[in-house]
């Protein structure tokens, strides 16, 4: 039989936690074709999250804590739980009930059709503030810019299924800092969406604020494109076309209003205009090593991070 493996992050979720697993596992025992485990990964709470949990493995005998040694974020979590699900098919999900259990079953239903993800998607943000869906809209439009060929799903967070040989390509990803929600994309396969509203979260607090939020922002640009790199030489190349526009330009107004002799414009502004001209030159020169450097950093940033540049889905061979 295969095996489905849930794994789940929690950090100061006392609030939550048994209330969580009783709906999880409501739906979990509906799931009669698949063997089950759930990695919850205890994220350094300093409240009762880990006596709950550790008194809730007397009832749920599926349950797997993995307690980290403090707090390292959702994300680091979230990866620590990955790295130990044994299952076949591998559900993250967010331990607050924002990313809803009845969708397993569907999930499931499009993995046993053949594909290796299922993106739940965020259809509707009830609850968020105007403020949060405009900015979650910017970021997934930003990040998908940015990305290349590698098509970042727009409004999918951690919660999706992965198949265990797409899991197997994530975890070869060996980035210092991880974003989930990138990397899957980036490792491709086939993949289908669902949708579902994301409702508020029913018990505790989140532990998402601004700053939290643009973090996250950053380390998924900075981790999947070196395309800001990119720009310093775009923008370097803007600046020199200006300036040889305005070179041109004060050579042709000196020129005629000399032969001429019209002599409207008084020599002072000439050679001011000409100093103008020599820091802008300066300028350039400086935005030119920039960008020269900034090159090498684009490279070296990718040779760091050894992605494979490419994933065999499958060959195809005839037998000899
Ligand atoms: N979480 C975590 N470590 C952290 C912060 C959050 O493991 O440092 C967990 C948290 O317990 C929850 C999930 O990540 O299960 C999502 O967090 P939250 O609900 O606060 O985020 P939001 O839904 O508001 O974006
Ligand atoms: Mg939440």
Redesign the pocket.
Known sequence: MEKLSLV??????EAMASYFLEVLSATLDEISDFEKEIII?N?GSSDKTLEILRAAQQKYKDLKIVSLSR?F??EA?IAAGLNIASGDAIIPL???L?DPPYLIPLMLEKYREGYDVVNAKRAKRKGDTLFKKWTASAFYKLIDSLSGKVKVPQNVGHYRLISRRVLNEVIKLNDYVRVFRVEVPFVGFKTCEITFERGN?TLGK???NIKAMTDLAVDAIVSTSIEPLKLITNWTIGFAIVFLLSVVALIITFSVDVSLEYHLIATPYYVLWLALEIVYLLFIIIMIALSIMSQYLGRTYLEAQKRPFYVIDKIFENKK
């Open positions: 789940v992050a929690m950090y100061n979720e990964v994220d707090n974020g959702h979590a967010d331990g607050d924002q979260r989140t532990h998402y």
